[in-house]
């Protein structure tokens, strides 16, 4: 069984009305295969994330990042106290662990994921694996307290200068507890939905996949009946586009940089603000 700090993501997975579908879509984008037994897809035979049908036609068509939990409950009850809500309460999965839905004071949802015998990721920051998370949101203060109450989160704001942006640029790069808040030990940021983007845009937490081309990935998605939401764009830490595979779930690509001299995470950087006529697509 893999061990991940408390608070860190432990594993993605995608509720997909077809599901077959779906496996074409990853497949070709990302080489993935899959266990013919559990719902799950491998890169080179490891566990990369999860795709799930989804059972009930009221829920989003969503990427969802599970966070570890030593104890679900415990961290449910610590959701509740610091402002968040649970969507759905701790339930059991068999070896998979137990598993819960919460939403942080923003709206932006997550899951939790108390481990089982054989679960979680097997490999991350490779092309075709997870590689970031991202929490949008227009509470960035309420946000920042909920993540460092809960899960003892260690945060830095960025300098703007380092990103190129102006001084107004807010984003907050988070590190595990027990860490020394920074880029080789950050595993997701904050960004803050500013007024260029559409008032119906809720608070949520966007997945980022590592790739090799930024560019090519997106060109392969739309062959695959997906669509690029936010075109690619460069950004201090590599080549980043926005994308919604071929049912609507919403996810990021990045082509990071060569690494000099060790290998670092990348902070990230909030999204461009879509065009126009992109507005009407999202789901």
């Not at 939905?193 to 930024?214: K, N, S």
């Amino acid at each position: 069984m893999a061990e991940f700090a408390q608070g860190a993501p432990c594993w993605v997975d995608a509720q997909l009305p077809d599901l077959e579908a779906g496996k074409r879509f990853y497949g070709e984008l990302f080489g993935w295969t899959f266990d013919p037994d559990r719902d799950e897809a491998l890169l080179r035979g490891r566990r990369v994330a999860g795709l799930v049908p989804k059972r009930d036609g009221r829920m989003p068509t969503t990427w969802t990042v599970y966070l570890a939990a030593g104890d679900a409950g415990a961290v449910a009850a610590r959701v509740k106290a610091a402002g968040g809500q649970m969507v759905m309460e701790p339930y059991p999965v068999g070896p998979f662990g137990v598993l819960a839905l919460a939403a942080d004071p923003g709206g932006a949802v997550f899951g939790l994921r108390q481990a089982g015998d054989d679960d979680g990721f097997e490999v991350t920051n490779e092309p075709g694996s997870f590689c970031w998370m991202e929490v949008h949101t227009r509470e960035p203060d309420a946000v920042d307290t909920f993540y460092a109450t809960v899960f003892g989160w260690l945060g830095r704001h960025v300098d703007p200068a380092e990103e190129g942006r102006d001084g107004g640029f807010d984003y907050r790069v988070w590190s595990p507890p027990g860490s020394r808040p920074g880029d080789d030990t950050a595993f997701g940021g904050r960004a803050v939905i500013t007024d260029a983007f559409p008032a119906e845009m809720p608070g949520h937490v966007l997945v980022h996949f590592a790739v090799r081309d930024c560019d090519e990935t997106c060109a392969t998605a739309v062959r695959l009946g997906g669509r690029v939401t936010t075109d690619p764009f460069d950004t201090a830490h590599g080549r980043v586009a926005v994308l919604h595979d071929n049912q609507g779930a919403r996810f990021a690509v990045l082509a990071a940089l060569p690494a000099k001299p060790a290998p670092q995470r990348p902070p990230g950087r909030p999204e461009r603000p879509e065009t126009p006529e992109k507005h009407t697509e999202r789901g």
